[in-house]
């Protein structure tokens, strides 16, 4: 099996590409959903919202329509290839 990295990105209410910002990789799905959530409660005061947009982050690996929105990325290492 290749080995396999998630890329957790921050960017605008669209996901739009020049918006994306690479905020952690890591190597377990485990890893990013807690630094993710731990993003999000720091960027939304509300916690039912940041709890709306966390598990719709868990459930889809992205998020649409909020100020900020997350996208988490499933890559393979050492691989050329555009992600």
């Known amino acids: 099996m290749a080995n396999m990295v998630y ?3 921050e960017g605008d209410a ?3 590409s020049s918006s994306l910002v690479p905020m952690g990789i890591f ?3 485990g890893y990013v959903l807690e630094s993710a959530r731990k993003l999000i ?3 939304y005061s509300d916690e039912d919202k ?7 982050l868990a459930d889809y690996f992205q998020t649409s329509g909020y100020d900020v929105c997350y996208m988490i990325k499933k890559v ?6 555009e992600f």
């Open 76 to 81: 393979e290492l050492n691989i050329l290839e």
């Open 50 to 56: 940041a709890n709306d947009i966390f598990n719709e």
């Open 27 to 29: 190597d377990e799905l």
């Open 41 to 43: 409660s720091e960027r």
């Open 7 to 9: 890329v957790l990105y």
């Open 14 to 16: 669209w996901l739009s």
